[in-house]
């Protein structure tokens, strides 16, 4: 019997940065995601082609991959990426929704008429945007915070406009991009001088001709939902998704630098049951039939314990790799159920507890090179299971970053065991800074 073909593709690790320099914590978390949903399909039966970036051949070595092209510098990506989705019956995109990216890349896969298993251009559609997304939480009367877009004056991002919306909020206030991901480039202020303070001397943060909006901050827990839709193209009648899982989320986005970063996070979360019966009790309210597989929503708990719903994010994100370790069945199983109308959530539970984190090294016992950082990262992928991406530097210097996902009864275990890896990673001569 042929095996069901499936071209799994993740941007930044398959060559959507082949023209630049990749930054490393979206590779880090890239590769992380890659490497889980592969291993995932491979182990359901699946063959695995993917696409991956010249400057990572070394690790293809490391992947469940039975077919791959390697991108090379400053070519056209999409060239190879329409060839595999050609040869495959089935495909999975991983993608950042800016600039209309994963709209565009499952776009293609629906005019190949392909088994697109990721999520469908309507949930993109509402989930790439910021406004969008407010506009669909407030249509269906859900708890969320003031978003507006900010308007332009000559060219540049309106500070009066921002300013009045401050003032007029009576709270902290968060500038982003519209189509922004994660934690990328989220600037927090609590004062009209950090406002003035930033677009004086901090105004080459935000992009030239990019929409950015302006949205009331939140003083709370930064909490995310992994879901499941079990309603289908074949079958829109079931329109509530089941939550897998509710995580916790290591984010910084109060810091001077005006630099946001996303380093991972928890779960289950503590009281999980207790949360997951609020949470399903809100959702039973939100026409979720345009999302279809799996999907995101970033949301925030605040101090009085009221959740206040964020975004969603209409792709796997980066605690799918957390998830997967926690859970009792193969999340990628779930999601090949979803998309053929045929799941069944209903034996799923969370077993196992996760602790997942991107931690940012220096080796200092010596200058590497290339062949001994390549030596080293496969010598401690097979040391430490638990090194979804392993120690990897891509420029000439001795950072490094890598992603580890934890596995194990509860809470106290995770936090000795993450003691553990740290300790054997400065065995190997590296020393942790983040």
Known sequence: MMKKRIFIFEFVTGGGFNRVNIPISLFCEGFGMLRSIIKDFKSIGFEIYTLLDYRIHHLSTVLAIDNFIIIKRKENYLKQFKILVKECEYAFIIAPESTNILYKLTNIVKNFNKILLSTNLEGIK???SKINTYKFFRKNKITTPKTYLIPFKKNNLDVEFIIRKFYELKKPIVIK???GVGAESIYFFETKNQIENFFQNFKYKIESGRNYVLQEFIEGTDLSISLINTATSLNLQTKNPYILSINSQNINIKNPNYTSEYFGGITPIENHQKTSIELTKILEK???SQF??????????SDDSRFYFIEINPRLTTSYIGLRNAINQNPAKLIFDSKLDSLKPKGVKLQYFSLFTRIELVY?????NKKLKEELAHKLINLIPELVTPPISLSKSNQFTCFIATKTEDLNSSKKRMQEIQQLLEEFNFKIIK
């Open 177 to 179: 991009p519209e189509d």
């Open 286 to 288: 939100i026409d979720f």
């Open 292 to 301: 279809s597989g799996y999907f995101g929503i970033d949301l925030i708990k």
């Open 364 to 368: 200092f016992k010596s200058k590497l």
């Open 126 to 128: 509402i989930g790439t």
